[in-house]
């Protein structure tokens, strides 16, 4: 007849869990899985735009960001001595709206890019086509 005493039963317990928990971390993680949160909202646009040079610095000029919404076009003027063909964009999006592709990495901006806003809810999305012109 084997014992089981409760101090073993405690630690075999113990050794399930940690088992049981460490292979769902490390079967349901994926760095490049990418995880959306869906929500009724259906508010699907870009309210602001930045674009930042290399030496991190917005170079918009003030006021110069033209958003038409009803078109779909944002027309950005930039300092100029700013590279069009390598800038870093930030926007402001809709409340638990997402942007793709997404924005805070080098972009050249040399020709228009587009973007695809969608809303929470994933039922809206709304193109847009950024031109960014430099200051003459």
Wanted: net charge positive; aromatic share 8%; with cysteine.
């Amino acid at each position: 007849m084997v014992v089981i005493t409760m101090k073993t039963r405690f630690f075999l317990y113990i050794i399930g869990l940690l088992v049981t928990t460490s292979s769902l971390l490390f079967t349901s993680c994926n760095a490049d899985e990418e995880v959306y949160l869906t929500t009724d909202r259906t508010d699907a646009y870009i309210s602001a735009l930045q674009l930042y040079a290399s030496d991190n610095r917005n170079a918009v000029l003030p006021d110069s960001v033209f958003i038409n919404e009803e078109q779909g076009t944002i027309k950005a003027v930039v300092k100029s001595g700013s590279n069009p063909a390598r800038l870093k964009p930030r926007c402001t999006l809709a409340p638990e709206a997402t942007l793709a592709p997404k924005m805070g990495v080098w972009t050249d901006f040399s020709t228009p890019a587009k973007y695809t806003v969608t809303s929470g809810n994933g039922k809206i999305k709304k193109e847009y086509t950024i031109t960014v012109v430099e200051q003459k």
